[in-house]
């Protein structure tokens, strides 16, 4: 029997980016597990990816190219909504294919020569009546690999002329307001969290979406370290905490800007390191004035006795470092409560010691040449101007109301947005668009596909091989092929190098092998790629960046990587700007600011819907990844609305009791959970497949398109519902 270990990195959206060992035996492969020799996953995975073989080989994968025949639209009988909250698994699996969720009568197989001769087809026409800009390819983090997230299908785009998507549903806001601070997105690696003596997860649920950094802390916590958890739900992480603060959503800038006027009365700052490193202290010495506990304790929730603790605490207990996770910026003031916390280390100075400073995000450190990967430099012949650019939050706007031209077909891959995008009505108002022609390159039936005109079938990354950076640690790593894809499923890179083709594209990139892709990737001018190429990858597995200050604390080197403990930010001053001339011409407050968000208790819109929706992420799902798969739906307890008991008291509610929640966006049906994971005025709800949901909706009905402050993401945890006892489902 023929068996062979081959490395691969899990490369789904989270920022472990784990090192995985996959066995295979006869073509087939058989164990899945966390590499030990990896320094961040040591030898374990997440419950989800521990799971992986079942996605692989589950009888629901899409194995070929399929052709709608029906009507858009969910085909099957709508299930019975779940009792507790759970899908039975039986509901799922099936050996029969189509998946016995799908009609069979919905779908055609086809072969890939007939799906992109139709695709190529529907494109050549589209192009001629109403130009290339009615094309919109719609993506964002189904893979974080380097090839198969973004790179020939970026090159097919560009060399089409289709609208450009803003991809900023997720991180940006958080993004733009860390990097107009630091310059770009750098941390305190995993590794040094074990030399942490005060630990701050702030919107930071380690023990569901970050596993691999909790071994750090525990080890932390073991010789004397103190975990504080900032979260508006008791996650598992506050469940575990030395002090859990629960905070009004969208109020955590408000918090930072707190504790800097009580570390900055007190005299517990840096004024060394402000002096030499950073830029406006001045001015936000100033600012912070207006921020005392007393104030900002009847915005957050917090009191200001807790709130004098936390700064003292943070300021004088060292080293001390924040985890900070992108939920923060998940508000209508995300992107400026993400650059008021990023000012806390430099206030105090922590980036001077191991363990400190903050880790929210180490992706900047990679530089990949990613010009290279995508070439944003094609276009077709004669195209004088840079297409539009649609932003994908905004797609239900988009699809309904865009004009001149309108959408008139979509490309979707590494992404469900009927399920994941806010102002879900709106979503599928425009995807059930009889002359909308939508393409979807899935592994499932999932909510998009339910519209979609054709399906093509996808790898795993079980199935191709691609280059993997990170966001929550500096190793980089080749993941390579294990097995051969399913059925007729084919990787990103092939479908787009095969549409490029039958679209008459000749440029030679669209030639490019893997291999070749990936060695462009690492043709970089960063420095911290130097010394790394494809066949050291291979031969080593992952290898550290060629960091300045190398070294890895945990792997005994001898210095640890400090981005900032003496400066060097990546700001165009080259100093920490703790105030911004760049925020100043947006419009912004060049030092930071809290004003409560429009659609919340403290914002003036809480009248008629006076509570505040958490819309959650799962803890055991990954966005919408891994809803459909009955071993990880076990782990996971769907179709819920917690909410306090004092207003559920109050509004007659029971717990266990089906609930409508509502507002002038939509509706959804719920079982209430009446426990202490919210506070009062906050209701909290897990984002799930719409179609495994009681009236095939799920939270991203009550969601808007408001756009962040910064960076332009959604604001999905800026939500006002009101709630109400109902007997059973309409």
């Known amino acids: 029997m023929a068996k062979q270990v081959v490395h691969a990195a899990c490369p789904h959206d989270c920022p472990d980016a784990c090192g995985v060992l996959i066995t295979v035996e006869d073509g087939h492969a058989t164990k899945i597990q966390g590499d030990p020799g990896h320094p961040v996953t040591r030898g374990f995975l997440c419950a ?39 899908i039975p698994s039986t509901a799922l699996g099936t050996s029969s294919y189509p998946p016995a969720q ?27 009546e109403s130009g290339s800009e009615a094309i919109l390819p719609y993506s964002y983090g189904g893979t974080l690999g380097a090839l198969n997230g973004a790179s020939m299908d970026r090159r097919f785009f560009s060399r089409l002329g289709a609208s450009q998507l803003e991809r900023a549903i997720c991180s940006a806001a958080g993004e733009a307001g860390l990097q107009s601070v630091h310059g770009e997105k750098l941390g305190t690696e995993p590794e040094q969290f074990i030399h942490s003596r005060y630990i701050i997860a702030w919107a930071s649920n ?172 094609l276009k077709p012949e004669g195209l004088q101007h840079t297409p539009r650019t649609v932003n994908m939050v905004e797609l239900g706007t988009a699809l309904n109301t865009l004009s001149h031209p309108p959408v008139k077909a979509l490309f979707v891959y590494n992404s469900n947005p009927a399920a994941v995008c806010p102002n879900h009505n709106e979503v599928v108002r425009g995807l059930k668009r009889p002359d909308l022609f939508t393409v979807v390159h899935e592994q499932f039936f999932t909510d998009t596909t339910d519209y979609a005109d054709i399906v093509l079938p996808a790898t795993t990354f079980f199935e191709h091989k691609d280059l993997q950076t990170a966001y929550g640690h500096y190793y980089l790593q080749v993941s390579d092929q294990a097995i051969e894809p399913l059925g007729k499923c084919r990787a990103n890179v092939e479908v787009f190098r095969d549409l490029a083709g039958r679209m008459g594209f000749e440029d030679p990139c669209f030639g490019e092998s893997v291999d070749e892709m990936i060695d462009g990737a690492l043709a970089s001018s960063n420095p911290w790629l130097e010394g790394i190429n494809r066949e050291r990858l291979e031969r080593e597995r992952q290898v550290r960046l060629n960091l300045s200050g190398q070294g890895s604390v945990a792997s005994g080197q001898s210095e640890p990587f400090l981005p900032f403990a003496n400066g060097n930010f990546r700001t165009s001053s080259g ?43 799962a ?35 029971a717990d266990g009791e089906m609930v409508r929640v509502y507002n002038h966006r939509g509706e959804i049906f719920l079982q209430a959970r009446v426990d202490g994971a919210v506070q009062p005025g906050v209701v909290a709800a897990r984002l799930n497949w719409a179609k495994l949901g009681p009236g095939l909706r799920n939270i991203n009905v009550l969601t808007s398109e408001k756009l962040s402050d910064l960076g332009n993401s959604a604001t999905f945890y800026s939500v006002l519902v009101e709630v109400e006892s ?3 489902l309409p």
Not at 55 to 65: A, F, T
Not at 333 to 356: H, N, Q
Not at 584 to 590: A, I, M, R, W
Not at 622 to 641: G, I, R, Y
């Open 48 to 86: 989800k990816v521990a799971k992986y073989l079942d996605r692989v080989y589950s009888p629901d994968r899409v194995l070929y190219p399929m052709r709608r025949v029906a009507a858009k639209g969910f085909a099957a009988k709508q299930r019975r909504f779940a009792p507790h909250g759970r």
């Open 102 to 128: 799908e009609s069979t009568q919905a779908w055609q197989r086809i072969s890939w020569d007939e799906a992109l001769d139709e695709i190529a087809g529907r494109f050549r026409k589209i192009i001629a």
């Open 206 to 377: 380690i023990h569901g979406n970050n596993v691999h950094l909790w071994p750090f802390i525990a080890e932390a916590r073991r010789k004397g370290a103190k975990l504080v958890v900032i979260d508006p739900y008791r996650t598992r992480t506050a469940a575990c905490a030395d002090w859990y603060l629960p905070i009004n959503p969208g109020t955590d800038g408000a918090l930072a800007l707190a504790m800097m006027h009580v570390i900055i009365g007190e005299g517990l700052h840096d004024a060394d390191y402000l002096a030499k490193y950073t830029l406006g202290f001045d001015a936000l010495r100033e600012k912070v004035r207006a921020y005392p506990p007393e104030r900002v304790a009847q915005w957050t929730g917090i009191s200001a006795q807790d709130i004098r603790k936390l700064a003292r605490e943070y300021a004088t207990v060292r080293p001390s470092v924040i985890r900070l996770n992108y939920g923060v910026q998940r508000s209508e003031g995300g992107g400026m409560a993400t650059r008021a916390i990023a000012m806390l280390p430099c206030v105090i100075g922590s980036w001077k010691e191991v363990g400190g400073g903050l880790q929210m995000s180490t992706s900047g450190a990679f530089g990949l040449n990613k010009d290279a990967l995508t070439r944003p430099d």
């Open 575 to 617: 100093k920490a700007e703790l105030y911004s001339e760049a925020m100043k011409v947006q419009g912004l407050d060049p030092v930071a600011e809290f004003t409560p968000p429009a659609e919340s208790r403290h914002g003036g819109q809480g009248a008629a819907f006076p509570l505040e929706l958490l819309a959650r992420k």
């Open 619 to 653: 803890d055991n799902f990954l966005n919408s990844t891994f809803s459909n798969l009955p071993s990880v739906q076990e782990m996971e307890e769907t179709n819920l609305l917690e909410i306090h008991s004092a207003d559920a008291r109050t509004r007659g509610i």
């Open 726 to 728: 109902t007997k059973s």
